[in-house]
């Protein structure tokens, strides 16, 4: 097996026995091995070959499921019992994590092999992959550029063909950046539609688990193996959505009705690949689908709106990393108050300070109406903002991110730069909707992606109309140095 | 906050966050916050009278479940990842003298 193939592929094989899940593990682990990207933090070479000898038994005993024996990575940000989690933080290079995050659970119990973890912008914070204590990730398209962010060493794992699927966690848009820079599809769900448990925290609020994959088919795959009710985490959704579990077995359904897609006009104001989203726009046209100009007038307020949102939070969660019953420790502390204050300066990096510092500023005594609830309130216009749309629309498309990906080093200067690269994935993220990048071009040689936003829980819209469009283009399929994915097993 | 440029005390900020920064490097994280606190001023801007706080991007309150302990005891477990311990404590510089 030396070509890259989709999850469906590989999960068509195992139950034809064409081949066993050791046989696949061993090859994905040596690729993984050879990689020169920095995809990954860790990876567990003697665990992922137990689970597959494990999977390969359930296969045996008729216990198998779509999933079982197929090999995958997680974001460094999932909890793994018993394999070190370190969230691309020095604070947590030596932390092993004492339990699964709820989706690793899931996982591990449908028999997926978990090959490592991948490197990721320290606790999630960045739009690049520069932010990590363990270096930067380069995109497979071009190496001296970045994969995105925050879930680069996902994206990239993928795009590379290292993987068939990464997981990734998405807070203002850590799944559909970097899956739009780096060529792949990925898919943030409704906030509280899979769990958080076991999720490193960042921004409680807005952090939501996603899977990164080639295409529609194997993300809807993945969704319905990490979604559900959990009792562990106080946000967690109870739904009860006929088409998810349709969606394992039968895979994505038709839609069954030509769809209203509305295009925000302020998402469209100064694009660098406006002519790939105008060519998306055509194909879903001829199709049959209604396009139609929308508005979403808060869209301006949407970035300084999440960053203080985002950095209160963030500045919340952070404070429980202080050197005492996890996490780094400084050297010989002669009070407790140092050894709080040398372990926090020691083990963060330079964003995570500044998100710090930013979210302790608008939390302040006297900045807290003016900044924290004047967020909050923006947060409801911005959300109505959609409300509305969606009164007249299915689902909205829009570019994922304003630029293909940017050099390594040409932003990470100037934060408040980086920051603009969230600003048509921070909206979605506020308004806690589902949002799926799809890749859809390319402007000198780097992939691009188009986002679909539909309304809560309604996944499925995003799913159907991606696996349409799919069906009809072959962008998802495209590889670096002329590779390509394939949907059929190939031995 | 049009105050916000002379308001930003960073001493006063890494204090509260329990920060240390070298003198040169607070400089620098204080002229990287006034970047960003001017960039988030830009919201005040926006007309939010009469609109209520969201907290939960989808409006809804948080669960609450029965104040029942459900966590099993796993001290050895939980403290292999501490730095310093002792007799199932977790150790810290002497606090009191």
């Known amino acids: 097996m030396t070509t890259t193939m989709t999850l469906r592929a590989m999960s068509d094989a195992l139950a034809a026995n064409k081949v066993s899940s050791q046989e696949l ?4 682990l040596q690729r993984l091995h050879a990689d020169n990207l920095n995809c990954f933090i860790t990876v567990a070479d003697e665990r992922a070959m137990e689970q597959a000898r494990a999977a390969d038994e359930m296969r045996q005993q008729g216990n198998a499921q779509a999933l079982t024996g197929i090999p995958i990575a997680h974001k460094d940000i999932f909890c793994t019992d018993g394999l070190t989690t370190t969230c691309g933080s020095r604070m947590l290079a030596n932390f092993t994590a004492p339990y699964n995050a709820h989706v690793v659970d899931l996982l591990d119990h449908a028999g997926v092999v978990t090959l490592g973890k991948t490197n990721m912008d320290e606790f999630a914070m960045g739009s690049s992959n520069e932010n990590s204590h363990f270096g930067a990730v380069g995109n497979p398209w071009d190496a001296q550029r970045v994969p995105g962010g925050s879930s ?18 998405d807070t203002g848009g850590s799944i559909r950046q970097p899956a739009a820079l780096c060529g792949i599809t990925g898919l943030k769900p409704t906030y509280g539609r899979i769990s958080r448990y076991g999720m490193i925290a960042f921004a409680s609020s807005l952090d939501q688990a996603g899977p990164m994959t080639a295409d529609a088919e194997d993300a809807a795959l993945m ?6 009710f959990d009792s562990k985490d106080s946000t967690s ?3 009860d959505d006929n088409w998810l579990r349709q969606i394992a077995e039968h895979g994505i359904a038709d839609l069954d009705r030509p769809l209203t897609i509305g295009l925000p006009k302020e998402y469209y104001q100064d694009l660098a690949h406006g002519e790939a989203i105008e060519a998306v726009q055509r194909t879903l046209a001829e199709q049959g689908h209604k396009l139609v100009e929308v508005s979403l007038p808060h869209t301006h307020a949407a970035i300084p709106t999440y960053y203080v949102i985002a950095g209160a939070e963030a500045s919340t969660n952070l404070s429980r990393y202080d ?3 996890f996490g780094h420790r400084c050297e010989e502390p002669d009070s407790l108050d140092d050894l709080y204050r040398r372990s926090r300066s020691e083990g963060f990096g330079a964003e995570v300070k500044r998100r710090i510092l930013t979210g302790t500023y608008t939390l302040s005594v006297g900045y807290f109406d003016a900044y924290y609830i004047k967020a909050q309130r923006i947060r409801r216009l911005i959300s109505n903002d959609f409300n509305s749309a969606f009164a007249d629309v ?3 498309l829009t570019p994922t991110s304003p630029t293909p990906a940017f050099k390594k080093g040409q932003l990470s200067e100037d934060p408040v730069a980086m920051y603009q690269q969230d600003l048509y994935t921070v909206p979605t993220s506020l308004a806690g909707l ?3 990048s799809m890749p859809c071009g390319f402007v000198d040689g780097l992939p691009v992606g188009a986002q679909l936003i539909a309304p809560a829980f309604r996944e499925d819209l995003l799913l159907g109309v991606a696996a349409q469009y799919q069906q009809h283009t072959d962008w998802h399929l495209q590889r670096p140095r002329g590779q390509r994915v394939s949907t059929e097993w190939l031995a | 906050m049009s105050d916000a440029k002379t308001s930003i005390n960073i001493d006063h900020l890494a204090n509260l966050a329990r920060l240390n920064f070298e003198p040169e490097a607070a400089e620098h994280a204080r002229q990287d916050l006034e970047k960003i606190i001017a960039m988030i001023d830009a919201m005040q801007a926006v007309d939010t009278d009469g609109i209520a706080p969201l907290s939960h991007p989808l409006d809804s309150s948080q669960r609450l479940r029965k104040d029942v302990a459900t966590e099993v005891e796993q001290r050895d477990k939980f403290q292999a990842n501490a730095p310093s311990t002792a007799e199932g404590y977790y ?3 002497r606090v009191v003298d």
């Open chain 1, 152 to 169: 680069g060493g996902s994206a990239a794992a993928v795009a590379a063909g290292l993987v068939a699927c990464a997981t990734g966690t």
């Open chain 1, 223 to 228: 969704l319905s193996a990490m979604a559900g």
């Open chain 1, 237 to 239: 959704a109870q739904r």
């Open chain 1, 394 to 396: 299915d689902v909205l």
């Open chain 1, 434 to 436: 589902p949002a799926l």
């Open chain 1, 323 to 325: 050197g005492v019953r």
């Open chain 2, 91 to 93: 150790l810290v510089p």
């Open chain 1, 25 to 28: 593990t061993q090859e994905h």
